[in-house]
């Protein structure tokens, strides 16, 4: 590619590495946007879009690499402020406007140079405006409330409060899902609006599950895998199949394919019946099997997870004989408790196992936590060091032993793996497979396509449901792909 | 010496010795025995409803229990008018004062569950309905308690006061609650992470339940106790409880924010809050500066008290 700045370079980002911990999100990218062209950034989870993202709106800086400004290097002194002064917008995925504010006053707060007497009138003008251009017939009443608009609306809001304009020009809008609440029609408007912002010399990068959206859309596509720019070609070039075939791997060869099983015959330990429009598959899990949950981020797979979890009740009196347990991926909002010892954290889902007349019998509590340290080895001198004295990693192994030291048949796991070294991860899957082969179940979301990999059966989810089956042979990254990305807008 | 300076307690026993000390050597020791009897018997009040306190301050950041000073009203009043100072109903008295705390605890969290009320405000509002009844059924009459409970609630047995005794004994029952039992531990992750807690199987509504009706059943006891020692239920009894109540567990070293309790710092910081009040009394200070040096103090102390490293 030529890295060589031109005048027509709005936006340029040139070999840009950055680390978080262990696992590298950007591994080397270059990436450029031009005045007048709509460039599509696609790619599965943790190819490194996000980071991306960020990286041009000055929300982290690079470990490496340079930041351009219409051909200026602005490395040194980019952050939000500067980015938002050269014209960039964002519209992120977790909708960030204030529920309880008005959407003029929503408005307000997105533009600065509004301010005086008279802010109100202005701002209403400027929202409505935008509104009336993208979205003509959008019924939106600026004077109402955030929270009392539908999540299709608030979005058409949002999107319009970044293109508006009252100051500065508006040069460069990233959209990340723009259309995942918008309908067809709503979502064509958006598509016409770029085209037109585009067509007067704006510059847009539009991030979207729905492939042809993408391609319709984008002038150019940006395809990341690992960390990398893998692929980058004129819209036209590509075709849904070749953008699919582009985000997965170069073939890799897979250890061992696990033949499909038959389950005909067997009960399942866990079932959800299914909701939704068609085709609506349904969940259950059979004994010893592990059933992977697959999809991009976000989908609705942690929240089936918790959804299957509190289906068993016991928030007022302990489960005995629980049927699940739940192992946390984000460690500090659902897993760890900081206070307590290695110890505490480590027997706390086994607990009622451990007491007698509502005591916990401390020596045969101190004894398992003993065995479940050698048998995961956890890395620390003492269980009695406070848990926060773990390195991540191993934290994430003690909160495994929190589930796996029980005796229930299901263990719910919500993309543990997060942020975990490869060697903590091999020992981790190799004592699942054992767990599984002495018959209990796991269900495991995970953002990896490995792990995917290593499971016996597939869910794949999209927009909060589940869109495919796969066993067998055919649990392969190019058909989860597939499933994960719509061709075109429900 | 390290270790026990590490003890989140530890800065409420220095600071009620440092106090007691004072106060005894202004005297040249000649009360001695006064003081230190006086201590132990009005610090026992603070305690029992210091113990329930600690347990709900330790559910995390929103949950305290300001229905205590009227629990206590109201519990004392019932008691002592059902008694009529008979002193064959002192068993009756004793059921109906504990029964009473079970039904404030129930409706406190009734109020926070189902009307989702933050528990501030729903044990403030519970605490005005409670006075309210205990207004209506006392109609301002002050009832006398019966003659074996005045007894035993002024007496002494081996030179310590009755009431530090039952204070001593409820004590030891909190303490294996809060560390052997599985109870404790529970209350304890809810605290430092109820999202997390749940998730790990912990019944978070149970023993947020159990919680708040433990803290009334204390506060009722303390009431009953408290109105035969004084010679009958006032309804104003309970007032200096609302603060006493927090500011023990607060100085004897259980974290503000939740997660983490101990049952000796409220000996410590009861006996210190009493302790002060008495020494300037002895310094012969008048009401307002007492005040203002009462407040001093217990800033002073939980300064001191919160440099120690998280436990």
């Known amino acids: 590619m030529d890295t060589a700045a031109t005048s027509r370079d709005m936006l340029a980002v040139n070999g840009a590495e950055k680390s978080f911990g262990a696992v590298r999100a950007l591994a080397g990218v270059d990436f450029v946007v031009r005045a007048g062209e709509c460039v599509g950034l696609v790619g599965h989870n943790g190819a490194g879009k996000s980071t991306l ?59 600065r140079s509004i301010s005086g007497l008279g802010w109100r009138r202005r701002a209403e003008q400027v929202i409505r405006q935008k509104l009336d251009e993208i979205f003509p017939g959008h019924g939106i009443d600026v004077g109402t409330t955030i929270a009392s608009l539908s999540i299709a609306k608030r979005q058409m809001v949002e999107i319009a409060t970044a293109f508006s304009e009252s100051e500065a020009k508006v040069r460069l809008v990233i959209l990340d899902e723009p259309t995942s609440s918008l309908d067809a029609t709503l979502a064509g408007q958006l598509l016409a609006y770029v085209r037109k912002f585009v067509g007067a010399g704006g510059s847009v990068v539009v991030i979207s599950h729905i492939l042809g959206e993408i391609l319709s859309a984008a002038d150019r596509v940006v395809v990341m895998k690992d960390g990398k720019v893998v692929a980058e070609r004129p819209a036209s070039e590509f075709t849904v ?3 699919v075939a582009a985000m997965g791997s170069v073939v890799r060869e897979r250890d061992a394919v696990r033949p499909a099983r038959d389950q005909s015959g067997q009960t399942p330990v866990l079932a959800q019946t299914a ?163 002495k018959g209990r179940t796991f269900v495991w979301y995970s953002t990896e396509m490995d792990e995917i990999c290593q499971c016996d059966r597939v869910y794949v989810f999209r927009e909060g449901r589940i869109v495919a089956e796969l066993r067998g042979a055919d649990i392969a990254e190019s058909h989860i792909l597939a499933a994960s990305f719509a061709e075109q807008a429900a | 010496m390290r270790t026990l300076a590490a003890k989140p307690w530890f800065w409420s026993f220095v600071a009620a010795f440092g106090v007691w000390l004072a106060t005894i050597l202004f005297t040249g020791g000649a009360s001695t025995i006064g003081v230190s009897q006086a201590a132990l018997t009005f610090a026992a009040f603070s305690i029992i409803v210091g113990l329930g306190q600690m347990f709900v301050i330790t559910l995390g950041p929103g949950n305290v229990d300001l229905s205590i000073p009227s629990t206590m009203t109201l519990a004392g009043t019932v008691a002592l008018k059902v008694m009529e100072t008979n002193d064959g109903l002192v068993l009756l008295g004793l059921i109906l004062a504990v029964l009473v705390g079970l039904c404030i605890g129930v409706v406190n969290y009734g109020l926070i569950k189902l009307l ?50 039952v204070a001593l004994l409820i004590s030891v029952v909190i303490w294996v609650l ?36 433990l803290c009334a059943v204390l506060a009722s006891l303390a009431g009953l106790l408290l109105s035969c020692f004084s010679g009958g239920a006032a309804l104003n009894m309970g007032t200096e409880y609302l603060l006493s109540s927090i500011a023990v567990v607060v100085i004897g070293g259980t974290a503000v924010a939740g997660g983490s309790a101990n049952v000796p710092g409220i000996w410590g910081g009861s006996l210190f809050l009493f302790l002060v009040v008495s020494m300037l009394n002895t310094y012969g200070a008048s009401a307002g500066v007492r005040l203002l040096l009462t407040g001093i103090i217990i800033i002073g102390v939980i300064l001191a008290a919160s440099r120690r490293p998280l436990a």
């Open chain 1, 53 to 111: 993202v960020t990286l041009m709106t000055g929300g982290t800086k690079p470990d490496r690499g340079r930041i351009l400004l219409d051909g200026q290097d602005a490395t040194g002194s980019y952050g939000f402020a500067a980015a938002r002064e050269h014209g960039l917008r964002c519209v992120f995925q977790e909708l960030s406007l204030c529920p309880n504010l008005t959407v003029t006053e929503n408005t307000r707060i997105a533009h």
């Open chain 1, 241 to 243: 199949a070749s953008l």
């Open chain 1, 275 to 437: 909701t939704g429009p068609e085709p609506a598959i349904g969940f259950v899990a059979y004994p010893g099997e592990i059933v992977g949950l697959a999809g991009l981020g976000g989908h609705g797979q942690t929240r089936t997870l918790i959804g299957l979890y509190r289906d068993q009740g016991g928030d007022w009196i302990a489960r005995r004989d629980s049927k699940v347990a739940f192992v946390a991926g984000d460690r500090h909002v659902d897993g760890n408790l900081p206070l307590w010892s290695i110890l505490k954290n480590l027997t706390l889902t086994l607990l009622p196992d451990l007491t007698r007349f509502g005591l916990v019998q401390h020596r045969a509590e101190a004894a398992v936590a003993q065995q479940w340290r050698a048998r995961i080895e956890v890395r620390t001198q003492d269980l009695d060091n406070p848990i926060l004295s773990l390195s991540g990693g191993n934290q994430q192994k003690v909160l495994f032993a929190r589930a796996l030291a029980t005796r229930v048949p299901v263990v719910l796991m919500d993309d543990p793996m997060r942020g975990v070294d490869i060697g903590t991860k091999q020992e981790v899957y190799a004592i699942l497979r054992s767990e599984a082969d």
């Open chain 2, 116 to 165: 989702r009320i933050p528990p501030i405000i729903a044990t403030l509002s519970s605490s005005f309905i409670i006075q309210s009844t205990a207004i209506w059924y006392n109609r301002g009459i002050r009832i006398k308690p019966p003659a074996t409970l005045i007894q035993f609630a002024t007496g002494t047995t081996l030179g310590i006061p009755n009431v530090a005794l």
């Open chain 2, 178 to 213: 809060l560390e052997k039992g599985i109870y404790g531990r529970r209350v304890s992750a809810i605290g430092q992470n109820m999202r997390a807690a749940r998730l790990a199987g912990v019944p978070v509504d149970g023993t947020r339940f159990a919680t708040y009706v």
